[in-house]
């Protein structure tokens, strides 16, 4: 197990102790400054809720406001999927998760809630809960093209395709032959600190679109494994409004989310898809970024019609001899 990448995680999550807890119970005061025992029981489960026994599991406690209390315990599931993690700390426990054939899994459970009487007898209450993490199993991850687009907007004001396949605007502007997608980029910058961006990404073919999603933060496998079969919208808006003094609009796809799309539909004379092509956008999609308003998003197009899996094999991306700033590396 990476002590070092767990514990750099630990440390990252610490600031938020730093919420002033006003009216804290003596006790609560007396754990979160030295330390109170803490003990949770993890329950690890694949996707559809089977325990999964024999996997790796580090948790780590925080012992202090300084790296060097940190304590990692190391240790695997039993046949029951369960795993007792226990140590002294000031607030939280992070834990990662890993099993060959499993994508691995990264959490916290916090000990400390703010306006909680949750320390009884150098205890953090409740004692020893259950907490269930489910460990996404690798099901069938398949060749997809992937890549990390970070380019100038080569027009303002006007839709520009964008072929998914071939990875580029479309001609004269790029090598792109099909616009799978339709950007549209406006600019109104003042300067640094006023203006205002807007972007619309839209499918250009009947039925075609996306669907807005959440990522698992904690699963190296951020989306689900299969793309939706329904609720596709036919675009998407992002904007985003600046004075000096404030953001008077900020409407985007965070770090979170990840959009799920149907492209390259094809349908029969009763108006019934007959072939689609499937993939995903990850978040963050940044746009307007320096002075050449650029545009940064990766995407993972499944190549084969009608097939809705999005569980993409790093290793086999269909585009080759990409720049490591433009290569794929998580599924």
């Known amino acids: 197990m990476n002590r070092l990448s767990i514990i750099a995680d630990v440390f990252l999550s610490c600031w938020l102790c730093a919420v002033e807890l006003l009216a804290a119970p003596p006790e609560v005061e007396q ?13 690890i489960v694949d996707s559809t809720g ?11 406690f925080w012992g202090s406001d300084s790296s060097v209390d940190v304590v990692v315990s190391d240790g695997r599931t039993d046949i029951h999927g369960l795993f007792v993690a226990a140590g002294e700390t000031i607030h939280s426990m992070n834990y990662e998760i890993k099993k060959e054939g499993y994508y691995a899994t990264r959490g916290q459970y916090w000990f400390l809630r703010q306006g ?5 007898a150098g205890r953090w209450q409740p004692w020893n809960p259950t907490n269930t993490v489910v460990l996404k199993e690798r099901r069938n991850p398949i060749a997809m093209c992937a890549k990390r687009v970070d380019a100038s907007v080569p027009v303002r004001d006007t839709p520009v395709g964008f072929d998914l396949e071939v990875g580029d605007w479309l001609g004269p502007h790029g090598k792109g032959r099909q616009p799978d997608l339709l950007l549209s980029y406006k600019a109104k910058v003042q300067d640094y600190w006023n203006g205002s961006l807007e972007l619309t990404i839209a499918c250009t073919n009947p039925m075609a679109g996306f669907v807005r999603a959440h990522k698992d933060m904690d699963s190296h496998f951020r989306s689900t494994y299969e793309a939706p079969s329904s609720g596709y919208q036919p675009e998407v808006r992002f904007a985003f409004v600046t004075t000096t003094d404030r953001d008077l609009k900020v409407e985007k796809l965070g770090d979170t989310e990840y959009l799920a799309f149907r492209v390259r539909t094809v349908l029969d004379d009763k108006g019934d898809i007959v072939s689609a092509r499937y993939g995903k956008i990850y978040g963050p999609i940044e746009f307007g970024v320096g002075r050449e308003h650029h545009i940064r998003f990766t995407y993972y197009l499944n190549l084969t019609p009608n097939d809705r899996n999005m569980e993409f094999d790093p290793a086999r991306n269909l585009f080759t001899n990409l720049p490591p700033s433009q290569g794929v590396t998580e599924p």
């Open 31 to 43: 754990a979160r400054q030295h330390v109170a025992q803490g003990q949770v029981t993890l329950r």
């Open 116 to 120: 909680e009487d949750c320390v009884q």
């Open 50 to 60: 089977k325990p999964v026994q024999e996997a790796e599991l580090s948790a780590a």
